[in-house]
């Protein structure tokens, strides 16, 4: 079992930059596949970024390809969404997720999710 606490959201304006973080409990956090997901008002969840286990590979949803960063740090059961160049369309609950294994894009691949923290980006 894994509890996962995203924090670091808040208002922000366009082209301002936030780091959100999400701790994870247990002892096996390095044998987790992590990722990012969002979710709009009114929207469905979509994927935003994802890092392997072993920090080996990463994955970004296009639209945010080159403005976010996605780490780890297995040490301190914690990953982090480093968010630049913030648009009005990157407004959203962000929401972190585990599995254990490979890096997937799909969320219902993850077995473990955040309560989620929102970010929301003004014009």
């Known amino acids: 079992q894994v509890q996962l606490v995203e924090s670091g959201g808040g208002l922000v304006q366009a082209g301002d930059s936030l780091r959100l973080s999400c701790a994870a409990s247990?002892?096996?956090?390095?044998?987790?596949?992590m990722a990012w997901f969002r979710q709009p008002l009114g929207k469905e969840r979509e994927f935003v970024a994802a890092i392997s286990r072993d920090l080996g590979s990463t994955a970004f949803a296009n639209s945010v390809k080159g403005r976010f960063t996605i780490s780890r740090d297995n040490a301190k059961n914690t990953v982090y969404l480093q968010m630049n160049t913030l648009r009005p369309e990157d407004t959203a609950v962000y929401y972190c997720?585990?599995?254990?294994?490979?890096?997937?894009?799909?969320?219902?691949?993850?077995?473990?999710w955040g309560q989620g923290t929102q970010v929301t980006v003004s014009s």
């Open positions: 247990g002892r096996t956090f390095s044998s987790y596949a």
């Open positions: 997720a585990a599995r254990p294994g490979l890096v997937s894009v799909v969320s219902i691949d993850y077995n473990y």
